[in-house]
């Protein structure tokens, strides 16, 4: 069982309106949840273990590319990182599972599991910059991170029985693998899991 984190009093929590300003909606981001899970719940049970979390993860990055490439939207995959970028060059998202704590604003979500370098990567080195006193060795753990010309977004998602939690989440600061803490967090509604399929 995870640690129960309660959220931070500093960060903006916003509803979906929000994504406006970021060139999506709250439509497109469920839409590509709701069919990277349909598909991967045809998994069975002579399949590895790790493949419907997986798939899920996978799935849902192929779907939010449906979805965007098309308005002008387009996609890099830095070090494996699989991100999908605005038509602008100033938002990038990141779809990831994240934990309990997902879709609920009274508490602080992390990621289901730590990040790598290309994750720190993209936060630190690639689109933001940060301060602190290990502004000389990006390899360790800083205080704050600030908005740089791209913004790396994370579309956390978790699955809590048949519902589906979601927020696209903007990260404050990053060490040891994991975003410490959050500078916002913008709510998707709570979806109802849709049929195998």
Excluded: C
Excluded at 48 to 63: Q, V
Excluded at 64 to 74: A, I, Y
Excluded at 81 to 90: E, G, K, V, Y
Excluded at 106 to 126: L, M, N, Q, V
């Amino acid at each position: 069982m995870s640690e129960q984190r309660i959220a931070s009093p500093s960060v903006r929590v916003s509803g979906p309106e929000r994504l406006a300003d970021l060139g999506v909606t709250a439509d497109q981001l469920t839409r590509a949840l709701l069919e990277g899970d349909r598909l991967a719940r045809r998994t069975s049970r002579h399949d590895p273990p790790i493949l419907e979390g997986l798939l899920r993860w996978a799935m849902s990055t192929r779907s939010l590319r449906d979805e965007l490439v098309p308005l002008g939207w387009h996609f890099d995959n830095p070090r494996n990182l699989a991100r999908t970028i605005s038509p602008r060059h100033d938002t990038a998202i990141v779809v990831t599972t994240g934990d309990e704590g997902v879709g609920d604003p009274t508490r602080d979500p992390g990621t289901r599991h730590a990040k790598g370098s290309a994750t720190e990567w993209a936060i630190i080195g690639g689109q933001l910059t940060f301060g602190g006193p290990s502004q000389d060795q990006p390899g360790l753990p800083f205080e704050e991170l600030v908005p740089g010309p791209m913004q790396t977004w994370f579309l956390l998602f978790a699955v809590v029985g048949d519902q589906l939690r979601a927020e696209l989440s903007l990260p404050r600061s990053y060490g040891d693998g994991r975003m410490l803490s959050w500078r916002e967090r913008i709510m998707l509604p709570q979806l109802r899991r849709l049929p195998p399929g």
